[in-house]
């Protein structure tokens, strides 16, 4: 039946949602005084404590490489022999002894640690880009659910508007008891759907601020635009981004060197290093003074160091095969990652171009049948609910596009705060 308007009703005031008959889907106000991505990304680089751990640990690799190039200090002491022979003081003098490592042993060990060095250094830009696609997927989450509050919000105003709509036409007995109920419903629905879009934006928004490195941080609009830009990526483009430098891939690559460098270390441990002593002495009893060389070269017929060279064989074989085995698992999650983006690419389209649009269009032709007097208005409220979950619907999808991308351009790196 439609709703007419009698003589002792004026026309019931309706919250119509701001949009328009031609679909734009969902445009960001620019809020200038909100936070960009670029200021959390510049600001996560600064206070992300993992980016610091990262740091130190390359940096105290740098101190080992050095450490492994020096050579063993000399030995200086005090050097006595027969004391109290005929009542005389002996020998008295001093002694230098050095060990002279041979087989370029100290080269090796320098060149070994140059590889954890160079490991790190891989292991720190993998974490710089671990944050910065840790603070892109979080951001779009945060402003995807600040968008989500802004939308359930005006859910909620609708079902209120319905309930004091309701409540009217039932005075005047042009609406029943159940058609109160149903709207009583739809509007409790709604302020469910308001508290979770709350609570879920306040997770978001800690969740941004503890991988920025400030969660103390108060609430603060997010400025920036859900839809995405730029050109779509493709499987190949991806997969050679992936596969081509991959930070993870490239340490391992190093490791792989160093137990290369370490076969050889091992093959060169039996080679004896040289320890020369050398002592001068004042013999008291002939009143003259004597000097004494000695020379010790150990000689490998026990231990010919087989055991640490069969380790060091076995390391280099698990470290090369490391390397295959790292490719395999980013090619795993690629497949994973590329599917996300697909699927939420296609579905973001979908709702674009097709389904928002026609939401759009049925919302104007059930207001201009409304305004006749010829729709119900619980048709128009669930008109304007239909374009609404519609619209959440979307910005779900969009919410997944950004995050599916941000991982795949940030060559699948994220969970920074991971211990590793």
Same mark, same amino acid.
């Given at each position: ?24 889907? !969902?445009? #960001?106000?620019?809020?200038? %005084?909100?936070?960009? &991505?670029?200021?959390? @990304?510049?600001? =996560?680089? /600064? ?121 009217? !036409?039932? #005075?005047?007995?042009?609406? %029943?008891?159940?058609? &109160?109920?149903?709207? @009583?419903?739809? =509007?409790? /629905? ?231």
């Amino acid at each position: 039946m439609a709703v007419k308007n009698s003589p002792a009703d004026e026309p019931l005031p309706l919250l119509i949602l701001p949009i328009p008959v031609e679909h734009s889907t !969902l445009e #960001e106000v620019t809020n200038a %005084s909100g936070l960009s &991505l670029s200021e959390l @990304q510049t600001t =996560a680089l /600064q206070n992300n404590p993992s980016l610091t751990v990262a740091a130190a640990r390359w940096n105290a690799a740098r101190g080992k490489q050095f450490q492994a190039g020096r050579y063993p200090n000399p030995v200086a002491g005090y050097h006595a022999t027969e004391v109290g022979n005929l009542g005389t003081a002996g020998s008295q003098g001093g002694f230098v002894s050095q060990r002279f490592v041979t087989g370029g042993k100290l080269e090796l060990d320098q060149a070994a640690a140059g590889e954890t060095v160079r490991e790190h250094d891989y292991l720190y830009r993998a974490q710089e880009r671990r944050i910065m696609t840790d603070v892109t997927i979080r951001f779009y989450e945060a402003l995807s659910a600040q968008k989500k509050v802004e939308l359930t919000e005006q859910l909620v105003s609708i079902g209120d508007d319905l309930v004091r709509s309701t409540e009217k !036409l039932l #005075e005047a007995r042009q609406s %029943s008891e159940n058609d &109160l109920l149903q709207a @009583q419903i739809r =509007a409790d /629905q709604a302020e469910i759907l308001f508290d979770n879009a709350r609570n879920q934006s306040e997770e978001t928004w800690r969740r941004l601020m503890v991988v920025v490195g400030t969660p103390t941080m108060q609430v603060t609009p997010l400025h920036g635009q859900l839809h995405p830009t730029g050109e779509e990526l493709d499987w190949e483009r991806c997969y050679a981004s992936v596969l081509a430098s991959h930070p993870d891939l490239n340490a391992a690559r190093a490791r792989a060197e160093q137990a290369r460098i370490l076969i050889s270390r091992a093959h060169q441990e039996p080679i004896p290093n040289v320890d020369l002593f050398v002592s001068m002495r004042h013999n008291n009893l002939t009143d003259s003074d004597v000097a004494n060389v000695q020379i010790g070269v150990p000689i490998p017929v026990f231990n010919k160091n087989r055991g640490n060279i069969r380790a060091a064989d076995a390391n280099w074989i698990a470290a090369c095969h490391d390397i295959k085995r790292i490719e395999l698992a980013l090619q795993d999650q690629l497949a994973v990652a590329f599917r996300r983006y697909a699927n939420a690419l296609q579905q973001q389209q979908k709702y674009q171009d097709k389904i928002l649009p026609r939401a759009a269009r049925s919302l104007a032709l059930v207001r201009k049948g409304y305004d006749n007097g010829q729709v119900e208005y619980l048709t128009l409220l669930t008109s304007l609910e239909t374009y609404v979950q519609a619209s959440l619907t979307h910005l779900d999808a969009l919410r997944e596009l950004q995050s599916a991308k941000a991982l795949l351009e940030g060559q699948l790196l994220s969970s920074s705060l991971q211990m590793r």
